[in-house]
């Protein structure tokens, strides 16, 4: 059983769920040591677009205040980056110099926006939307800018052109595929979209890619593709996420885009685990919380040898938009691929729509624009490949209709 010191450098979400499973658990640690580069504590990351919206305050997304640590045993340094794994000594070293010994080792450094490399991409007012500090500095240059450029029209980029917009900006979103969402939307679903943003005062531009930021020491205009230019203040980049892999692969662990692990979330070297964002399993890396928070439960597990057989297990993970007022809900597949039927519902008048793929009698993908109350069941449904053939003529209708079918 593992004992002696756990360290665990990152202390984002799914370092803290960690921490969480394993207390409630019970550990074999004598100590564990919870090292973050951010300046507090963590906090409930999905919810910066809350906070970045006027519609939450920093300190109501906290996810743990200090009693709970100290209640926990658990120590927690903040504000000093792991710089090094010196994996023969086993210690990490942090940006001030100070070196941890530990026996058991987890990495839960997360990801960063990926950077487009734009020409002019260093000028002044050119952003990122990933963590508090960021927050901060967005809702302050909004009192003092009016234009905003969003380059991606992912669900990072809408709610950060979103979260500018309330606060009294004029916001222009750049988005490369011609559709919205693409990932996540139908192309009919990523028109609504589209129509309901523009609707409220963003300004949608699909089907073209910034080639670069002018200005002289700040950003003033962004180039596209076809030469447009459009005048801006700021710049905030939200086009994909890269693993912060650095640490593990500086310390010689085995990595593709993020840290290599097997299904028990263990890294090349026994002693080293890593989980979140910056982990790598069968090829897949992960941007979305639920994955991590299924693998924190996995790994707790596996650190108190509770459950022996434990293994994570990716599952096809439902998304919604957290715009106010435009509930999107997208959970697998999302266009035909030649070998799914769709069922296509529309209310036009109240602004509805729903597609449903369906494969081999199994529900392979869900879209939902205006009203996502049954978005969890489609989920289930998708999850668990139940065969839909008792409810298919019912199924656009929603959970309650498929029941009485039943
Ligand atoms: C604005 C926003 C909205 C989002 N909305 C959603 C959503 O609606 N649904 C959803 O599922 N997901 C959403 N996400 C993604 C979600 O937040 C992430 O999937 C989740 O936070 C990943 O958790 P993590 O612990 O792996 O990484 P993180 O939460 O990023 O934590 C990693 C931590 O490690 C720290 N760190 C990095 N390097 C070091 C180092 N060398 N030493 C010490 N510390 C280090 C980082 O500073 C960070 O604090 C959103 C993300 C953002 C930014």
Same mark, same amino acid.
């Given at each position: 059983?593992?004992? /002696? &010191? !756990? #360290? *665990?450098?990152?202390?984002?979400?799914?370092?803290?769920?960690? $921490? +969480?499973?394993?207390?409630? %658990? =019970?550990?074999?640690?004598?100590?564990?040591?919870?090292?973050?580069?951010?300046?507090?504590?963590?906090?409930?990351?999905?919810?910066?677009?809350?906070?970045?919206?006027?519609?939450?305050?920093?300190?109501?997304?906290?996810?743990?205040?200090?009693?709970?640590?100290?209640?926990?045993?658990?120590?927690?340094?903040?504000?000093?980056?792991?710089?090094?794994?010196?994996?023969?000594?086993?210690?990490?070293?942090?940006?001030?110099?100070?070196?941890?010994?530990? /026996? &058991? !080792? #987890? *990495?839960?450094?997360?990801?960063?926006?990926?950077?487009?490399? $734009? +020409?002019?991409?260093?000028? %002044? =007012?050119?952003?990122?939307?990933?963590?508090?500090?960021?927050?901060?500095?967005?809702?302050?240059?909004?009192?003092?800018?009016?234009?905003?450029?969003?380059?991606?029209?992912?669900?990072?980029?809408?709610?950060?052109?979103?979260?500018?917009?309330?606060?009294?900006?004029?916001?222009?979103?750049?988005?490369?595929?011609?559709?919205?969402?693409?990932?996540?939307?139908?192309?009919?679903?990523?028109?609504?979209?589209?129509?309901?943003?523009?609707?409220?005062?963003?300004?949608?531009?699909?089907?073209?890619?910034?080639?670069?930021?002018?200005?002289?020491?700040?950003?003033?205009?962004?180039?596209?593709?076809?030469?447009?230019?459009?005048?801006?203040?700021?710049?905030?980049?939200?086009?994909?996420?890269?693993?912060?892999?650095?640490?593990?692969?500086?310390?010689?662990?085995?990595?593709?885009?993020?840290?290599?692990?097997?299904?028990?979330?263990?890294?090349?070297?026994?002693?080293?685990?890593?989980?979140?964002?910056?982990?790598?399993?069968?090829?897949?890396?992960?941007?979305?919380?639920?994955?991590?928070?299924?693998?924190?439960?996995?790994?707790?597990?596996?650190?108190?040898?509770?459950?022996?057989?434990?293994?994570?297990?990716?599952?096809?993970?439902?998304?919604?938009?957290?715009?106010?007022?435009?509930?999107?809900?997208?959970?697998?597949?999302?266009?035909?691929?030649?070998?799914?039927?769709?069922?296509?519902?529309?209310?036009?008048?109240?602004?509805?729509?729903?597609?449903?793929?369906?494969?081999?009698?199994?529900?392979?993908?869900?879209?939902?624009?205006?009203?996502?109350?049954?978005?969890?069941?489609?989920?289930?449904?998708?999850?668990?490949?139940?065969?839909?053939?008792?409810?298919?003529?019912?199924?656009?209708?929603?959970?309650?209709?498929?029941?009485?079918?039943?």
């Amino acid at each position: 059983m593992a004992t /002696g &010191t !756990l #360290v *665990i450098c990152g202390h984002g979400m799914v370092a803290q769920r960690l $921490l +969480e499973r394993l207390v409630e %658990g =019970g550990h074999p640690f004598e100590r564990i040591v919870v090292l973050g580069a951010e300046s507090g504590p963590a906090y409930n990351r999905v919810l910066l677009s809350s906070v970045l919206a006027g519609e939450a305050t920093a300190d109501q997304i906290r996810l743990k205040d200090a009693a709970w640590f100290e209640q926990a045993g658990i120590e927690r340094y903040c504000g000093d980056a792991v710089v090094t794994i010196d994996r023969a000594a086993r210690q990490v070293i942090t940006g001030s110099e100070l070196r941890y010994d530990y /026996g &058991t !080792l #987890v *990495i839960a450094t997360g990801a960063r926006p990926t950077e487009l490399g $734009l +020409e002019g991409g260093d000028l %002044g =007012g050119t952003l990122t939307f990933r963590d508090l500090q960021d927050t901060r500095r967005l809702i302050d240059l909004s009192q003092r800018f009016g234009r905003a450029v969003v380059i991606g029209g992912g669900f990072l980029g809408l709610e950060a052109a979103e979260g500018l917009r309330c606060r009294g900006m004029a916001v222009t979103v750049l988005h490369r595929n011609p559709c919205l969402l693409n990932r996540q939307l139908d192309p009919t679903g990523s028109k609504l979209l589209a129509k309901s943003l523009t609707e409220r005062g963003l300004s949608i531009r699909t089907g073209r890619a910034p080639v670069a930021l002018l200005g002289k020491r700040c950003v003033r205009a962004v180039r596209l593709d076809d030469d447009t230019l459009i005048s801006t203040d700021l710049v905030i980049t939200a086009a994909g996420i890269t693993p912060n892999a650095e640490l593990g692969r500086a310390a010689g662990l085995h990595c593709g885009r993020g840290i290599r692990v097997s299904d028990r979330l263990q890294t090349s070297d026994p002693d080293i685990f890593a989980l979140g964002e910056c982990c790598e399993i069968n090829g897949q890396t992960f941007g979305l919380v639920d994955p991590g928070y299924q693998q924190a439960e996995v790994l707790a597990a596996v650190l108190s040898e509770r459950a022996t057989g434990r293994r994570f297990q990716a599952a096809t993970q439902p998304t919604r938009l957290k715009i106010s007022g435009i509930p999107i809900f997208s959970c697998g597949q999302t266009d035909d691929d030649g070998q799914t039927e769709s069922i296509v519902w529309q209310d036009h008048q109240n602004n509805r729509y729903c597609r449903l793929l369906i494969h081999d009698r199994q529900l392979v993908g869900a879209v939902l624009f205006g009203d996502t109350t049954d978005g969890n069941w489609y989920a289930e449904q998708i999850q668990t490949h139940k065969d839909i053939t008792p409810w298919r003529a019912n199924l656009a209708f929603g959970r309650e209709y498929c029941e009485q079918a039943a």
